[in-house]
């Protein structure tokens, strides 16, 4: 079905049915010494409505700046050298300021990976949250108020009228990453952007929150594009998975072909290496080599050096090869037979 | 240790502003090293007094015997170039007497801490209550005129600085593991300190004590040019400024013609300091690039 | 010391940790005030009897013709010096610092009839420091490494390398001598006879005030054209402080986090600009702005020197030049006095400004 439907994806200037395309995307940064870092080069993915996807990599893999570059937050230090964001059909890479701002906390949001760095220190949760309530919605502030109120609550914070009039370092971890959901989301957008949202909490804490997330979504009906390096959220939130290597994509498909059916060599290493309990392993398994240095990336495909199919093939730009229902993976050797059949 | 230096030291070359510091620094100690050739003393005298050169009391303009002019029956020119040799003088002398007190008290705070950093640290907001000009306007009248009692004065009130500095950094370092390491296998306190704390404290003790080579001169000339350092006819910048100041307030349409007086003194002074300044900027920026401003 | 702390707590500042950090404070004042009385104490003492018997006498006319060893017999001034300290210190505290030679009454009254001068001085160079500073130092971080920015360093770092009295003399040749704009002194002959006379009453001792009160615009003009030139100076050379330290906090702020997380709820770039990003950077430039105007007292003493002003600078200054120590002990134990409380109060204010502050 997927491949019928996909030249008329195509075709278009972008379509309904899925609420964010990204489109071959390049990101590039200059370092102090004037050379260009290609942080994201050429990333294409969807997120359909009301669904979450999961943008899983390894720290540096340029899963954070495709997510701010979606905002168009990157382009204080960073360019955006190409591609498009079509988001409800639109190309936000080519909306003037103005308009972005507009997108930007209404229709989409986006909560960061520390709560106490991201929230401002000298204005209260309140005054934050209302903010955002007042610029994208034309309310008394009064209204604004009590829907910040509202907000808190539904987030799960208690006394949410006391923590309006408190300042973000008298709450606790948990309890900030709730306050900035609640900020987030008060604009009820269709789509939030999770930059590792808990990364740095208690593992306990950071159950709660994913649970909150899985709710709210329920609630208020909107697509989540999760950020995170953390398999074991993938396997819990996502249903779709794109994964990055790079700054390049180099599997995407649903939960379950990621999982089961996966046929990128990086992929399957991924999956490896998440250590089990139920299986004696005398050595962790890794990937052999290191991530490579992005002022130098190899020719063509980008995990050469590290791969256990790699071949002379290899030198050139990996194709992208569509498996169906969604599934797309760039590889040379994605035509053999599945490299992770029945693993996990 | 020794790569970060080198690699500290190729970064404060790469600074355009560290550069110029140093250039003019340079430029100065050629000045002051070579005084007694551009500026000849009258043989028999001592040569850090200005030669009285004219009988009349008027400044007189810039001429082929006297290219800066001349003020307070002096040659400006010679007071510059002796000058600079006074400026450094005093420089050095107080910085490193008072970065040695400094960091005697300041290591005696910081390493063994409790009452003994309590009270030193007591002692030292008290001399820092006190503005520095006015401290050492009190000192020098009390002591009595003289070079000498004005870099006493100085000394006494700057070094609570290095002291400061160095205390807060042991603090720092103290808590570090490797001194913890150090002292469970035994190291006595004192090498500790000698080896371990004051080589990681030192450099911004080194940063500050440029950017305090500035102020100390200004401060210094602050008090001749008051009439309370430096004797009459001393080469200072502050003394040949003091003889601008009454032909300044000479009345409407009258200054401008006695602008040599300021501009070439003045002239020395700014650029001296702003040398210092430059170079302290450079240093900080060449061993903390996070701090650069 | 105050801190300001960006980890979480569950609860905030309370009331009575406030009020505990302010009388811990306030306790320590004394103490440092003592010691600054007795650093003073002990700088004169190093002085012989005979010359500190010269603060003792209210009028010179009582040394004439007198033994001058009876007298310093009768002023016990032969005694151990914490004895002596012991006298002074019990004459400080009861207002009487000894008789000024220079101004010719008691130096309480000499230094108070003063002070309102250079209050005045200082107040009003103060606004164009902060103002300047301050937002000049924004301008430089908005446009970081850019000509604008290398041009207001170069502009500050040049200014902050000018001694006080080389400016003053600049600005006293080029703004009074060529151009006539800006006279020295506090006031014209004309407005002087106005101050003086019955009619014009002392509500403060600040000339601009006073005049303002009195409803004479012109004295107030007056006033403030003689101003210009001190002020002028004293701007010069210390705004570039102010605006070194507002770049540096600013252009930190701008890296942080919460200025994207204000971008990303879809803030105007001026409005994450101005409500959230300086707000955060002011606040170190709070402390600093306070320390900077403390500081502009003891700067007085140059410049009110140079613009032939009446002040407590120039008051010390005369003083250290005609050695009366009584003078000089009173004044500068004043400087010292205004100093420690200034900077206490400065150190209280930051508690305010900063929500994070966790007293220790």
């Not at chain 3, 005609?322 to 206490?344: E, K």
């Amino acid at each position: 079905m997927t491949l019928c439907v996909m030249p008329l994806i195509l075709a278009s200037g972008g379509d309904v049915l899925v609420l964010l395309e990204v489109r071959n995307l390049r990101v590039y940064f200059k370092n102090d010494a004037g050379q260009e870092l290609r942080a994201v080069d050429g990333v294409s993915f969807t997120v359909p409505h009301g669904k979450t996807v999961a943008l899983v990599g390894e720290s540096g893999c340029g899963k954070s700046v495709t997510a701010l570059a979606i905002l168009r937050l990157v382009e204080v230090n960073g360019r955006i050298a190409g591609g498009e964001v079509l988001f409800e059909g639109k190309n936000l890479l080519a909306l003037p300021e103005k308009e972005m701002q507009k997108v930007r906390g209404k229709d989409i949001a986006i909560i960061f990976q520390e709560p106490s760095a991201a929230l401002n220190p000298v204005y209260t949760i309140g005054d934050q949250i209302m903010e955002a309530i007042l610029l994208h919605q034309s309310v008394s502030r009064e209204k604004a108020r009590a829907l910040a109120e509202e907000m808190l609550h539904l987030v799960g914070i208690p006394e949410p009228r006391k923590r309006l009039n408190e300042y973000p370092h008298e709450l606790s971890g948990g309890m900030k990453q709730r306050a900035m959901i609640a900020m987030a989301l008060s604009c009820r957008p269709k789509l939030l952007i999770a930059d590792e949202p808990t990364t740095s909490l208690d593992v306990t804490i950071q159950a709660q929150i994913l649970a909150l997330l899985r709710e709210l979504q329920r609630q208020i009906g909107m697509a989540i594009l999760l950020i995170t390096h953390d398999l074991g959220i993938v396997a819990d939130m996502a249903d779709e998975v794109v994964v990055m290597y790079a700054g390049k994509v180099v599997e995407r498909g649903t939960k379950y072909d990621i999982f089961k059916r996966c046929r990128h060599p990086y992929t399957l290493g991924l999956l490896r290496s998440v250590p089990r309990l139920d299986v004696d392993e005398k050595v962790l398994a890794s990937i052999p080599g290191f991530v490579p240095d992005p002022l130098h990336f190899p020719e063509g495909c980008r995990f050469r050096g590290r791969c256990f199919l790699e071949d002379e093939a290899c030198t050139a730009e990996p194709p992208e090869i569509a498996l169906g229902n969604g599934h797309v993976v760039y590889c040379h050797h994605a035509a053999l037979s599945e490299v992770c059949h029945g693993e996990r | 240790m020794r790569e970060e230096t080198r690699k500290a030291l190729r970064r404060l070359f790469s600074n355009a502003s560290g550069v110029l510091g140093v250039v003019l620094l340079g430029l100065f100690v050629v000045v002051a090293l070579f005084a007694p050739l551009l500026a000849p003393p009258k043989p028999g005298r001592d040569p850090y007094f200005m030669p009285v050169v004219t009988w009349s009391a008027d400044p007189l303009p810039p001429s082929r015997e006297h290219p800066f002019g001349v003020a307070g029956k002096r040659d400006i020119f010679y007071g510059v170039v002796w000058g600079t040799r006074t400026a450094f003088r005093i420089g050095i002398l107080v910085t490193l007497a008072s970065t040695a007190i400094g960091l005697f008290v300041g290591s005696l705070a910081g390493y063994f801490g409790r009452i003994l950093d309590e009270i030193l640290m007591r002692v030292t907001d008290v001399f820092m209550a006190i503005p520095f000009l006015v401290a050492a306007m009190v000192l020098t009248t009390v002591l009595g005129t003289g070079l000498d009692k004005v870099m006493i004065a100085l000394i006494v009130f700057s070094w609570m600085y290095p002291a400061r500095l160095i205390r807060g950094n042991i603090l720092q370092v103290k808590e570090e593991q490797f001194i913890l390491a150090a002292k469970s296998l035994g190291v006595s306190d004192t090498v500790i300190i000698l080896r371990h704390v004051l080589p990681n404290a030192i450099f911004p003790v080194l940063i500050q004590a440029s950017m305090r080579m500035g102020s100390l001169v200004i401060t210094a000339a602050a008090l001749s040019f008051l009439g309370l350092g430096a004797p009459q006819g001393y080469a200072d910048w502050g003394a040949l400024l003091n003889y601008a100041r009454n032909w300044m307030l000479g009345g409407y349409g009258a200054t401008f013609k006695y602008w040599y007086m300021i501009a070439f003194p003045g002239g020395a002074m700014v650029l001296f300091v702003l040398a210092w300044n430059l170079l302290g900027d450079a240093l900080r920026d060449a061993f903390d690039p996070r701090l650069r401003w | 010391m105050l801190e300001p702390h960006g980890d979480c707590s569950p609860h905030g500042v309370s009331l009575t940790l406030m009020i505990f950090y302010i009388l811990r404070r306030l306790l320590f004042l004394p103490l440092t005030l003592f010691g600054i009385s007795l650093l003073l104490f002990l700088m004169i003492g190093l002085l012989g009897p005979y010359q500190r018997l010269a603060t003792f006498i209210n009028s010179p006319e009582r040394l004439k013709g007198a033994d001058v060893d009876k007298l310093v017999e009768l002023y016990g001034l032969n005694d151990p010096l914490i004895i002596q300290y012991g006298r002074w210190l019990k004459n400080v505290l009861r207002g009487n610092l000894g008789w000024s030679y220079v101004g010719k009454e008691p130096v309480l009254s000499a230094i108070l009839k003063r002070f309102p001068y250079t209050l005045e001085l200082t107040l009003f160079a103060a606004i164009p420091i902060i103002f300047l500073g301050t937002s000049l130092g924004v301008l430089a971080a908005l446009n970081h490494n850019r000509p604008l920015d290398h041009g207001l360093r170069i502009f500050a770092v040049v200014g902050w390398s000018f001694p006080d009295f080389v400016f003053g003399l600049f600005v006293l040749m080029i703004f009074y001598g060529t151009l006539g704009w800006f006279p020295p002194g506090n006031l014209s002959v004309w407005a002087e006879e106005i101050v003086k006379s019955p009619y014009f009453r002392n509500f403060t001792g600040m000339l601009t005030l006073d005049a303002l009160l009195n409803g004479r615009l012109d004295v107030f003009l007056d006033a403030l054209r003689h101003l210009a030139g001190p002020v002028l100076t004293l701007t010069y050379v210390e705004f570039a402080f102010l605006l070194r330290i507002t770049r540096s906090s600013m252009l930190e702020v701008l890296r942080k986090e919460y200025v994207r997380t204000a971008r990303a709820k879809g803030l105007d770039e001026r409005v994450v600009i101005h409500k959230h990003a300086k707000r955060n950077a002011l606040i170190p430039v709070a402390t600093v702005s306070g320390q900077t105007v403390i500081g502009l007292l003891a700067g007085t003493v140059i410049v009110e020197t140079i613009f032939n002003r009446t002040g407590l600078g120039s008051f010390i200054a005369l003083a250290s030049q005609q050695l009366d120590y009584a003078s000089i002990m009173g004044g500068t134990l004043f400087f010292g006095l205004i100093l420690v409380i200034g900077n206490l109060c400065v150190d209280l204010s930051y508690a305010l400004i900063d929500p994070r502050v966790r007293l220790e």
